[in-house]
């Protein structure tokens, strides 16, 4: 064991007093001096206490007597070296993820396979969900149209009007051909609205 003057960081001054040298913290302060006896070991220094029983456990061998490393096949002696050092919880604990890993790979498996799998169209057609989704859409399609139509219509009004008033002068080719088409627009709304009316 080094004595206290050869240790890092413990200086010896004139007097032959041992003492730690001041030092600047993290945070720009200061630490003052200190002085230490003789047999000073600092806190970092200290071997951390181990009871017998851990002392004995660590120095126990992983296999049981007799065994080589060579006699085991490579995973059970993976297996052994990390279930030696668990406790009897730690060990249920292993199993459980173990089992319930092995659970889940036949289900995944399935989502795959079912994932890959295609109905093809006439077993979709036939089924009464598939029918009852169709009917719902076939509702919403007329309603969305006259909805977008009816939007169409707002701004080719709005688009007229500016050019009448003058605050368009130059209208582009594009916004004329959108003018032109007000009347199928209008026809086509009168169609929708007559169909709703139907249903």
Not at 6 to 16: H, P, T
């Amino acid at each position: 064991m080094a004595t206290a003057a050869e240790r890092q960081g413990v200086v010896k001054d004139e007097e032959g007093n041992l003492f730690i040298p001041a030092s600047q913290r993290p945070d720009g302060s200061w630490r003052k001096a200190r002085r230490v006896k003789d047999g000073y070991i600092p806190p970092e220094e200290v071997p951390v206490y181990e009871s017998k029983g851990t002392h004995w456990s660590k120095s126990k061998p992983s296999l049981p007597p007799g065994l080589f490393v060579e006699d085991v096949s490579g995973s059970k002696a993976d297996d052994t070296q990390q279930t030696i050092g668990m406790s009897k919880s730690a060990k249920k604990n292993a199993k459980r993820k173990e089992k319930k890993k092995q659970q889940q790979e036949p289900v995944s498996s399935l989502a795959n396979a079912l994932e890959k799998t295609r109905l093809d169209n006439q077993s979709e057609a036939g089924s009464p969900k598939a029918n009852e989704a169709k009917d719902a859409k076939v509702m919403t399609e007329p309603a969305k149209k006259l909805k977008n139509l009816k939007k169409k219509l707002r701004q080719i009004n709005e688009l007229k009007a500016k050019i009448d008033s003058g605050e368009l002068v130059n209208p582009a080719a594009e916004q004329l051909e959108k003018v032109a088409k007000k009347h199928e627009i209008v026809g086509e709304i009168e169609d929708l609205e007559l169909e709703l009316m139907d249903e």
